[in-house]
């Protein structure tokens, strides 16, 4: 038990679907962090919240919408994607810039 | 921009052997992270170097910071299977910006 939760686990959807992936930390953190993990590509960065307010979109595509109700969720919202969209989502969190704790991650493919 | 790079990509050792991952990054930080990824699984944290000539361990994995020479190292001692993991460094771009960068990873098969 690493105190973040992600659901779902898996998700395949069309490219006209509308989805969200869900991200819950029990840890008391007050940083929150969405990355996505490609075949042969780093872990990217994708945005970031401190105390629910977003302090970093990496260039991420307008078809990614995050939602940060308070400090221990956080939402991505998918419609429109691209089959190049599939991928490990991966949430994390922080308490300010101490380690990362990963959730175990959406692997999400796109048809 | 900031490049974190690892060395090798993929690992393929003995058990016993001694063996040492490489990673470089391209701009100024004084904190790197190693974390573990087994496969299907996420990330663990393995260690946390805050400082230059950081030195941490934990059981046959060493972990080495030099921020001159803006490297860090990862040396595995006498490797046994269960080591046998895709390992991450990344770097935290300094204090506040809640940035970290991740290497490319380095894949280990420790074979039996």
């Known amino acids: 038990e690493t105190g973040v939760t992600q659901t779902p686990r898996h998700l395949v959807m069309g490219m006209t679907n509308k989805k969200s992936l869900k991200c819950e930390q029990h840890?008391?953190?007050?940083?929150m962090y969405w990355y996505k993990q490609s075949a042969k590509k780093p872990l990217e960065l994708m945005f970031v919240y401190n105390f629910k307010e977003q302090t970093e979109n990496n260039s991420v595509p307008s078809r990614f919408s995050p939602e940060c109700p308070n400090s221990s969720h956080l939402f991505l919202h998918l419609h429109t994607l691209q089959p190049e969209d599939s991928a490990l989502y991966l949430c994390?969190?922080?308490?300010?810039?101490?380690?990362?704790?990963f959730g175990s991650g959406t692997q999400l493919s796109v048809l | 921009e900031l490049k974190v790079e690892q060395n090798p990509l993929f690992l393929s050792m003995q058990e016993g052997k001694n063996y040492t991952i490489y990673c470089n990054y391209s701009?100024?930080?004084?904190?790197l992270y190693w974390y573990r990824q087994d496969p299907g699984k996420s990330l663990e944290s393995l260690f946390v170097?805050?400082?230059?000539?950081a030195v941490k361990q934990e059981g046959r994995l060493m972990a080495s910071l030099d921020t001159k020479a803006r490297l860090s190292t990862l040396h595995i001692t006498a490797a046994v299977h269960d080591l046998s993991a895709t390992y991450f460094c990344?770097?935290?771009?300094?204090?506040?910006?809640?940035?970290?960068?991740f290497g490319t990873g380095t894949r280990l098969k420790v074979l039996a």
């Open positions: 701009t100024t930080s004084d904190r």
């Open positions: 840890l008391g953190h007050n940083a």
């Open positions: 994390a969190s922080s308490r300010y810039t101490e380690k990362l704790f």
């Open positions: 990344a770097v935290d771009l300094g204090t506040g910006t809640y940035k970290y960068i």
């Open positions: 170097l805050l400082s230059n000539g």
